[in-house]
């Protein structure tokens, strides 16, 4: 019994797990499954205590370079739009590498590589939420940000899992936008 013509074929997607924790290796794997690979790819990885900045972050207006060099912190530029992010081994990073549907243009979208993220963590009793605009919360507090590259028909989706990351490592080595958090503020 064949299928019929308005049934897309299930597409396999491509499972990586990354062990190794140097963040400039990590990045450039996204970028060489983005650019390089034919199939779509999901990616886990953690990175060494690294400050990752987006694609056009003014890097020290969003670091503490102080704090960052005294303790030998790497600081590297991702392909994605959006803010500095601080990772360590307590830091879960997911990648989605997914082509746009037949004759779509792509497009940012984050609630469709979040959902799957947030169906998996409600299966294991976590109350997790999409919030604001790409921001995975629990009880409104952020344990998640995303960020998403797209080029050449491809979306590259990318995002952190917080679970155990050193917090005194994260508010000392950036220097968030106080503009980022005036419409969140008791007034």
Same mark, same amino acid.
């Given at each position: 019994?064949?299928?019929?013509?308005?049934?897309?074929?299930?597409?396999?997607?491509?499972?990586?797990?990354?062990?190794?924790?140097?963040?400039?290796?990590?990045?450039?794997?996204?970028?060489?499954?983005?650019?390089?690979?034919?199939?779509?790819?999901?990616?886990?990885?953690?990175?060494?205590?690294?400050? /990752?900045? @987006? *694609?056009?972050?003014?890097?020290? %207006? &969003?670091?503490?370079?102080?704090?960052?060099?005294? #303790?030998?912190?790497?600081?590297?530029?991702?392909?994605?739009?959006?803010?500095?992010?601080?990772?360590?081994?307590?830091?879960?990073?997911?990648?989605?590498?997914?082509?746009?549907?037949?004759?779509?243009?792509?497009?940012?979208?984050?609630?469709?590589?979040?959902?799957?993220?947030?169906?998996?963590?409600?299966?294991?009793?976590?109350?997790?939420?999409?919030?604001?605009?790409?921001?995975?919360? /629990?009880? @409104? *507090?952020?344990?998640?940000?995303? %960020? &998403?590259?797209?080029?050449?028909?491809?979306?590259? #989706?990318?995002?952190?899992?917080?679970?155990?990351?050193?917090?005194?490592?994260?508010?000392?080595?950036?220097?968030?936008?106080?503009?980022?958090?005036?419409?969140?503020?008791?007034?």
């Amino acid at each position: 019994m064949g299928l019929s013509s308005s049934v897309e074929p299930l597409k396999l997607m491509l499972c990586i797990i990354r062990h190794e924790t140097d963040p400039y290796f990590n990045l450039a794997a996204e970028e060489v499954a983005m650019t390089h690979f034919a199939r779509e790819s999901f990616m886990l990885w953690r990175n060494a205590p690294t400050v /990752i900045v @987006g *694609r056009h972050q003014n890097t020290l %207006a &969003e670091i503490d370079t102080e704090y960052v060099q005294a #303790h030998n912190i790497p600081v590297v530029r991702r392909l994605s739009g959006g803010g500095a992010v601080f990772h360590d081994l307590g830091n879960l990073n997911f990648t989605f590498i997914a082509d746009t549907p037949d004759g779509q243009r792509a497009q940012v979208d984050f609630r469709r590589f979040t959902q799957p993220i947030l169906e998996a963590l409600q299966t294991l009793g976590v109350d997790a939420r999409f919030e604001g605009r790409n921001d995975l919360t /629990i009880d @409104g *507090r952020k344990f998640s940000g995303n %960020a &998403e590259y797209v080029s050449g028909g491809r979306v590259l #989706h990318h995002g952190t899992l917080l679970f155990a990351a050193r917090m005194a490592d994260i508010s000392a080595a950036l220097r968030p936008d106080p503009a980022k958090f005036a419409d969140k503020a008791v007034k």
